[in-house]
Every structure is written in C-alpha cells, then in structure tokens.
C-alpha cells in the first residue's frame, strides 16, 4: 500500500489555495513637505473640441524660445531717373556743339603703325599737343625702342612728365613694346596691314597692354576701319550729357556709336569728343562744360555733381564666374593665338612663360665635348691639269700639215679642169701620227657643207 502511494505522480496532488493578499499599513507622513505641481498652461476655448496635442507642444516650445529682434525697415529707394532724349538727337546736338567750340586735330598716319600704337598709349586721356610732344621726346632719348623695352616703368614715367597721368601711359607703352618683342622678336606691327580689318584688329586686341581706346584709335587712323574711340574722359561727356546710362559708364562700353556717326565723320567727331573730355576731366565745373551740356541736354543737370565734388568713378562689373566663364576665356585664348602676330614665336606656348628664342640664336656652349655639323664651304671651281700622254702628242710639223688650207674662190664662169685618171693620180703617204686628225679633218668640212646647204628658218 505504501508503494502504490509512492508511485503516484506529484501533479496528482491538489494545489494549495491561494492566499488573500494583506493590506500593507499606510506610509508614515514625511517631516519634508510635498512639491507643488507645475501649472499646464490653459488652452483657449476650442469651442467643445478637443486640444490638438501638437499645437500644445508647439505653444510650450514658443514659450521657452526667445523673441527675434525686430528687423528695421528697408531705405527708401532711390528716385528713378528722368526720362533721357533719344540716344540719336543727342548724338546730333553734341556734334553740333562740339564743331562751334573746338577744332579736331589729325593724327600723322604715314609713320609706322606701331608708332602710331605708341602715340595712342600716350595720348589716352592726354591732349594731342602733350602726347606728340611727350612721345617724341622719348624716342629721342633713347637709343632704340629695346631699350625703352628694358626701362622701368619709374624712369619712362619721368620722361613722359607731361602727361596728365604718365605712369599708366610709361606701363602701357612698356607692355605694347614686350608682347611684340615676344610674337615677333622685332619692333614692327606692318603685318597687321597685309591682312583683312578683322585680322588686324584681333592683332590688336590680343597686344598686352593695349586699352579698347588705343585699339579702336588706331584701326580708325591706320586700318581704314569705322570706330569712335572712348577713353575715360569721353565716356565722362557722353554720360554727362545723357547720351548713355549708367551702367555703359560702368562698364566703359558703348555699343550703337558707329551707326549713329556715319564713317565720313567718324574721326571728325572722335577729335572733337575727345578735346570735350579732356575739358571734363580738367576742368569739369567750367563755364564751357556747363554751356555745352545744357544746350545739349537740359536734364544734363540731375548728372551733374556738386560744386566742388568730381565726377564719380566708374564701377566696373565683377568678372562671370563659372564654367561658362571658363569656357569664355578659353575661347579667347584660342583667338588670341590664332591672331598673334607671325614670327618665329607663332606657335602655341605655355601661358605665363617668356618663349624660347630660335634653335642656334644662342651663343655656344663650349667644352661641351661633341661637335657639331660642319659648315658647309663652297670650294672654288678650280679644274685639275691634264696630261697629255707623249704617244699622243703631235709633232708640230705634222700638225701645221694636217691643218686645211683655205679655199680660194673661183669665179662661177670658169669651168672646171678635167678630172685625172686613177693611174696618174699620185699616192700621198701620211705618217703614221697624222692619220686620226686627217680624219677629224674630214668630218668637219663635210659637217660644215652639209650645215650650209640647209634653208635658214
């Protein structure tokens, strides 16, 4: 019995009943006095709807955030400009005023086109008096234009004291002087001549140094082309006047002149314009500058700065940038190398870098250990003596023998004598060395008849 007990299974047995959970005494209040709970901030009446809870989160964050300061109202904007005249009828008065005030002047175009380059340098924001005689005076202090090449920019400066602003015009001649040196090791721009406007131009365009003015000047003088020339004083007068807008003034290009200026007057009205700026740069509260630009433009008076004050200086654009910046300035590399002009440097070269000069410009290196080619020596033509062999030669006797006697002529009426019969006929014996020159003998005066027998063509 107590094995049949032992044997049963323990799940067998009934489980205990569940014991009734006591409640735990109340905690002891704490000497220490409870926190106060935070106050939620209050939403506002939503009319028996529920908050929603992000825009309650949103209300608890902007709470907590500072306030912005307040942003102060934008300047008022500049009044526009008044309305300008027609770019044209402008253009007519001021051509019409400048002809009764000044007189153009003419420029030498039978010297060089790259001392006509030089005068342009010069004369940049120059009068023509003081130009012609600043550059004549530098040419003839010095020995060569090499070595105005090789002078710093200090000492032309000193040279050319009679300009209004000789240090840029002593860089731009130096620079103009070193990029021909560098395209065609020689001082001479006559190729730009031999070719097409457009190729002189470019020509032009790509000398460092060169400004649009001397450019323009220069293919108007010497090229035969049609351009109105603007340096800073030329621009001064047609903004002045209301010929062009601010942002031309800025940038220093007008486009529009050459078609409104016809090519008979262009150079007429490049002098004339170019005088009145020189006046407006000098002496630009004058009475002659004020009388001009009112009875051109009376609005010509909102441009007008105040007594005293000069002319604003222009605000060139900043430069693109970009790739099609970048493709811009290689596509004028490419021009630029397309027209240099021709010499030994034509060839494309590294940008930055002085060219090489020529092969075998240089001097010789010596002790070098090879040789070179050698010259080549035109020998005179000097013949060897002949030798005569001595079985060859001809006893004198015998050649005075061998030698033709002259025919005596006979009168055509006299008939000839009979021939001789064979057998009476004597039997000349020759010597042996006479035989090749009696032959020779022969041939010749049968040759010789033979030739007069012929019809002269």
Sequence with gaps: MSA??????????????????????????????????????????????????AARHANAGA????????????????????????????????????????????????????????????????????????????????????????????ELAESLHGLPDPSSAALALR????????????????NAKKHSLAHGLKTLEHLHGASPFVVHHVASTALGGHFIPLDQGALAALYLCGAITKAEYDAGKVTGLDRIIPKKSGQEFSALLHMFGIECLTNLHGTNVKKILTAVNPLAKDRFPKRGEPLPAPVPPPPPT??????????ARQQAEAHRPAGPQAAARPAGKTPMPPAGSGPKKPGDGKTGPKPFVVKPNIGKPLTIKPELAQPPAAAAKSAPAPKKSTPPAAAKPPAKSA???????KPRGTIAASKATATDAAHARQLAKRKPR
């Design 63 to 154: 709470a907590r955030r500072p306030v912005p300061a307040p942003i102060p109202p934008a300047p008022p904007a500049a009044p526009p400009e008044p309305k300008q005249p027609p770019r044209p009828q402008v253009i007519a008065k001021l051509f019409k005023q400048l002809k009764a005030h000044y007189k153009p002047f003419t420029t030498n175009t039978s010297r060089p086109l790259l001392d006509q380059v030089l005068f342009a340098c010069c004369l940049e924001n120059a009068p023509p008096e003081a130009a012609e005689k600043a550059l004549q005076k530098l040419v003839e202090s010095a020995y060569d234009l090499n070595e105005i090449r090789v002078t710093t920019v200090a």
């Design 423 to 429: 057998a009476h006929k004597p039997v000349n014996i």
């Design 175 to 190: 620079r103009v002087l070193q990029s021909v040196f560098e395209s065609t090791y020689t001082f001479s721009l006559d």
């Design 322 to 331: 970009g790739k099609d910046a970048q493709k811009a300035a290689e596509a």
């Design 4 to 53: 049949a007990k032992r044997s049963r299974p323990a799940a067998a047995k009934k489980p205990a009943p569940a014991k009734k959970p006591v409640a735990k005494a109340a905690a002891k209040p704490s000497a220490k006095p409870a926190a106060k709970p935070v106050p939620k901030p209050t939403p506002a009446p939503t009319g028996g709807k529920r908050p929603d809870p």
